[in-house]
């Protein structure tokens, strides 16, 4: 369904160039000559990548209709394939690391994820900001090391390694912050 720019707002999603994008940020602007004009700010669905494109007022777009699934990692198999479990249809899904990326470093048994869809395939997979993860190995901590600030790498249970505080040990339980790969906090 095409649509004029009068109705572009924030999450509307779009089919442009053969892709998809997302309006994260409009400007509606009626200069005193000339016609009306919008702004926008575009995220890539697939990739992630900001565009910024202006839009007449004659101009039309092709809205896309992306539909979001509550998905459940359940394994990687041979080559670089994740399957995942439908949550509400409990149909399963094979994504390549393709679509996942960075994201796939982080991926443990049974974690929740939102996968977002166009015409049954997959754009994009969103992690938990937060997700709770156990230290495999790292050199030990001494005590005292809580007071100096410092960091050191660490590898946690999904094989990705991170830069944790000193005073982290072999089993510790930590929170990670997905979207920036850090060390959050100890957990008890």
Known sequence: MAFSINQFKVGVTILMDGQVFQITETEHVKPAKGSAFVRTRLKNMRTGNLLERTFRGQDTVEEAFVEQ?????????????YHF???ESYDQLVISSDVLGENSR?????LEVLGFFYKNQVLNIV???FIELTIVESEPGIKGDTAKGGNKPAKVETGATILVPLFINIGDKIKVDTRTAGYVERVN
């Open 69 to 81: 699934r509550k998905l459940q990692y359940l394994y990687a198999s041979g080559g670089p394939m």
């Open 85 to 87: 479990m439908d949550q």
């Open 106 to 110: 982080f991926l443990k048994d049974n």
């Open 127 to 129: 992690m938990p900001n």
